[in-house]
């Protein structure tokens, strides 16, 4: 733990601090979206955060690793211990390097993976290089997704659909096979669910679709390797304020605007809000006895299943 750490940890906290509220300012931008420039800027470092050495030793991968709920799922890795890899598209790479010098920050090592989830291929490699880089692989968080709202069902391209799959659902089963063959007892997979995977999105059917599929196979993964120490766990956020909503391709600046408004708490998540879930599952003082969850972090709304 470094000097800065260990000073963050004697700070004292403040649980009332006020997270932003919409109105936010009409926004949009070009995909994949990036986090510098949406305002106001998602809040990932976690100040009020108190580490306790959970992951200490372990080694990462998390996949959109460079903003929103990944960047802050990382930096708090790092924060309890984790050295981390993160993937990352071309067009992040801005976004990445903050990423890594957040993570440096924390005294931990972070290696830069920079590629596109849907290339099978990539898959593999980013967990043999993460192996390779730090000599094995503990925990394994398939975030990085793709979205783009529509009017109605006849407005979904083929193209856009094989987009969302191949980048939700089809990558986190590539890079669960290719990273449990490396994984040890006491290792941890956790994946990014939504609200819409439980509750559905009419303005969102193939994102949704992807969604409650990542829910059906993480049960699914979580039964087959138990066997093997494995826990295997999914994350349902809510209304989260990351750059994947103003760079929604059917997400206008109004709608931007008013984005989380509508759930009982009045507003979006910030990304630091859900960072301590991975933490949790990822933790085996915490999490131990826990596989096979969908863990709904979602701002009021409640849900069966």
């Known amino acids: 733990m470094t000097s800065e750490t260990k000073e963050k940890a004697k700070a004292p906290t403040n649980p009332s601090r006020p997270q932003p509220k919409p109105p936010f300012p009409k926004q949009h931008q070009d995909k994949p ?17 108190r580490p306790a050495g959970k992951l200490r030793g372990k080694a990462a991968l998390v996949t959109g690793g460079d903003s929103g709920i990944g960047r802050a ?3 708090l890795f790092a924060r309890e211990g984790a050295d981390v890899a993160i993937g990352y598209l071309p067009e992040e790479k801005s976004d990445a390097e903050e990423t890594r010098q957040a ?4 005294g931990r090592q972070c290696l830069l993976l920079e590629g596109d989830l849907t290339d099978a291929k990539f898959c593999d490699a980013i967990v043999d290089k ?22 109605s069902l006849d ?12 980048t939700n659902i089809l990558a986190y089963i590539r890079l669960a096979r290719a990273a449990i063959p490396r994984m040890k007892p006491g290792s941890s997979i956790i994946a990014t669910s939504s609200v819409t995977g439980i509750l559905g999105s009419k303005a969102l059917p193939d994102y949704s679709a992807t969604k409650g599929a990542i829910n059906a196979f993480t049960k699914t993964l979580a039964q087959s390797v138990v066997d093997k120490g494995i826990r295997v ?10 750059p994947l909503n103003p760079a929604d391709e059917g997400a206008s600046p109004e709608k931007v605007a008013k984005f989380g408004s509508d759930v009982p708490m009045g507003r979006p998540a910030q990304p630091e809000e859900l960072a301590p879930s991975y933490v949790f ?7 131990s006895y826990i596989t096979g969850i969908v863990l709904q972090v979602m701002g009021g709304e409640t849900a069966g299943g």
């Open 281 to 287: 599952l990822a933790s085996n003082a915490d999490s």
């Open 33 to 49: 979206g990036i986090e510098s420039e949406l305002e106001p800027r998602p809040r990932y470092q976690a100040e009020d955060y």
């Open 155 to 166: 407005d979904l391209t083929d193209e856009e659909l094989e987009k969302t799959f191949a």
């Open 130 to 151: 993460t192996v390779k880089k730090f000599g094995k692989l503990d925990i394994l968080v398939s975030n990085a997704a793709h979205q783009n709202r529509k009017d």
């Open 103 to 106: 993570i440096a920050a924390e």
């Open 73 to 75: 799922v990382a930096v």
């Open 233 to 242: 766990n999914a994350v349902a956020p809510g209304p989260v304020w990351t």
